[in-house]
């Protein structure tokens, strides 16, 4: 197995999520799908299986909203991250970057590693920073309950100092490594 193959695990398709419920940042690594908000807006556009069927998935969570966070977030403890395991998974990573924006690694670094949605319990918006490509092609920000906003943007500006983890040592490790910038590239579909 080479090291590469290593770092890459089963879960290597799952997003980094940033979630604020009650005041609190807390971070996850799961399958995209389960941030589908709204499941049966999801499944009207998308699926001819009921919402129900398709809600035993995510715990029974048909909408998940302020009201039935703390159910699902329960529910996917087990596969919330720490600063430090987020940190750590980066650090696995850097060997095989090169500063070249052909960088095959770069862009998997970035896919697998770069926070793609902040869920906003509190103020109740949803903002994806996730470019669709060949596999998944749906918008996420679009499928939220009611009351709620949803949008593509880049978020990370508002993830706390505290926060971000791929700052290493003092070192922004996507801009210095990659020389990404969420804000200017946000739309550059990595």
């Known amino acids: 197995m080479s090291e590469l193959e290593r770092v890459l695990t089963d879960d290597w398709n799952d997003f980094v999520v940033a979630v604020v419920f009650q005041g609190e940042w807390r971070w996850y690594r799961t399958i995209p799908e389960y941030w589908f908000l709204d499941l049966p807006k999801w499944m009207a ?3 001819d299986a ?13 909408i998940l909203d302020e009201s039935t966070a703390g159910q699902f977030l ?5 596969r919330r991250q720490t600063l430090e395991s987020l940190r750590l998974m980066l650090k696995e990573y850097l060997p095989f970057l090169i500063n070249d924006e052909e960088d095959e690694g770069g862009r998997l ?7 793609q949605f902040l869920v906003d319990f509190d103020r109740r918006e949803f903002t994806s920073h996730f470019t669709p490509d060949n596999q998944v092609d749906v918008m996420f920000e679009n499928y939220v309950p009611e009351g709620w906003k949803g949008q593509f943007a880049a978020f990370i500006e508002k993830v706390p100092e505290e926060q971000r983890y791929w700052v290493i040592d003092g ?8 020389k990404y910038d969420p804000i200017r590239d946000w739309s550059r579909g990595w």
Do not use: C, K
Request: aromatic share 14%.
């Open 109 to 115: 670094m970035i896919r697998e590693t770069y926070p």
């Open 50 to 62: 009921q919402a129900s069927d398709i809600a035993d998935f995510r715990f029974g969570v048909r």
């Open 74 to 78: 329960s529910a996917i403890e087990h």
């Open 45 to 47: 556009d998308f699926g």
């Open 171 to 178: 070192e922004d490790v996507y801009e210095a490594r990659l």
